[in-house]
């Protein structure tokens, strides 16, 4: 999950690379653009709108896209520390143009509608960390587990949603221990879920997200950012150990280069070709399990 130490090692990274903090921002507010993305094959044509959803908290503000025709597979995409914003928007329509009716949710939403932070902005940045470190502390495994139930509920209703196939959920940084959350909860809606650079998966705690791992009937892919894998090596396979003790298929692998956030267009350490092979993955464990 982003820190101090994700922030040393992006700095690390960023130096080597020879490139400076503004040219970062540069980078960051360009990334966005769906044209740097490779297009979709046989991409269908999408409808996308901002949508309101009544949990037991508030009013979450979303965003909604789904093919055109038809009724297709739901999937409940968790953002970054960064929170709902230009990048995460164009992700979740590149999965609609894959098949997929998808909401990408604020999941700050009890602390200021989306997006939270300004275009190019970094957790590099400790203005930026400053913004988004307090709301992600208002996270828990209660809240996670309840907005996760108030999504499922309102997509159920959705026309585009193909009620008949189980949904799927992605979660990047932050979003990685509210997927394992939600694949555990609700086993019967819930057929795939997918994290990438997530933090927190396993822990000490009693609350451990890891520890719902039996409650899960879900196909699971886990995407490891090499630095994580440095800093906490033995986790992986606590998750291995977890997910083959009971029976959960899962794919984990760490992903060799890539530092922490490099699956998300806007960070600054993003890394495309190893984006692509995680976005490849993503696509045939949904295709598996959604179908």
């Known amino acids: 999950m982003c820190d101090d130490h994700t922030v040393e090692d992006n700095e690390r990274y960023l130096a080597a690379a020879r490139m400076n903090r503004r040219r970062f921002g540069k980078l960051s507010a360009s990334a966005a653009i769906a044209a740097m993305l490779p297009p979709v094959a046989n991409a269908q044509d999408?409808?996308?709108?901002?949508?309101?959803?009544?949990?037991?908290?508030?009013?979450?503000?979303?965003?909604?896209?789904?093919?055109?025709?038809?009724?297709?597979?739901?999937?409940?995409?968790?953002?970054?520390?960064?929170?709902?914003?230009?990048?995460?928007?164009?992700?979740?329509?590149?999965?609609?143009?894959?098949?997929?009716?998808?909401?990408?949710?604020?999941?700050?939403?009890?602390?200021?509608?989306?997006?939270?932070?300004?275009?190019?902005?970094?957790?590099?940045?400790?203005?930026?960390?400053?913004?988004?470190?307090?709301?992600?502390?208002?996270?828990?495994?209660?809240?996670?587990?309840?907005?996760?139930g108030a999504f499922i509920a309102w997509l159920d209703q959705q026309n585009?949603?193909?009620?008949?196939?189980?949904?799927?959920?992605?979660?990047?940084?932050?979003?990685?221990?509210?997927?394992?959350?939600?694949v555990s909860h609700y086993p019967e809606r819930i057929g795939a879920g997918a994290t990438f650079h997530g933090g927190g998966l396993n822990t000490a705690n009693p609350d451990s997200p890891?520890?719902?791992?039996?409650?899960?009937?879900?196909?699971?892919?886990?995407?490891?950012?090499?630095?994580?894998?440095?800093?906490?090596?033995?986790?992986?396979?606590?998750?291995?150990?977890?997910?083959?003790a009971a029976g959960v298929p899962a794919e984990i692998e760490v992903y060799a280069g890539a530092n922490h956030g490099w699956c998300v267009i806007d960070s600054a350490v993003y890394n495309q070709p190893q984006a692509e092979r995680a976005w490849s993955r993503l696509l045939a464990t949904f295709e598996t399990a959604l179908s």
Request: charged share 20%; with cysteine; proline share 9%.
């Open 46 to 148: 999408v409808m996308e709108m901002d949508v309101n959803i009544t949990t037991p908290d508030g009013v979450a503000d979303c965003y909604f896209v789904h093919p055109t025709n038809g009724k297709h597979p739901a999937v409940i995409v968790w953002p970054d520390i960064l929170g709902l914003r230009p990048a995460h928007r164009t992700m979740g329509k590149r999965l609609a143009e894959s098949g997929y009716s998808v909401l990408v949710v604020n999941p700050f939403y009890r602390t200021a509608k989306a997006p939270v932070v300004g275009p190019g902005a970094s957790f590099q940045d400790p203005a930026i960390a400053a913004i988004v470190r307090p709301m992600a502390a208002t996270l828990n495994a209660t809240t996670h587990v309840t907005d996760a």
């Open 160 to 182: 585009p949603v193909d009620t008949s196939k189980k949904i799927g959920t992605t979660g990047y940084c932050m979003g990685g221990p509210i997927v394992m959350r939600t």
């Open 210 to 244: 890891h520890l719902g791992i039996p409650d899960m009937d879900a196909r699971m892919l886990i995407c490891i950012a090499a630095n994580d894998d440095e800093r906490d090596p033995e986790s992986k396979n606590v998750l291995r150990a977890a997910f083959d």
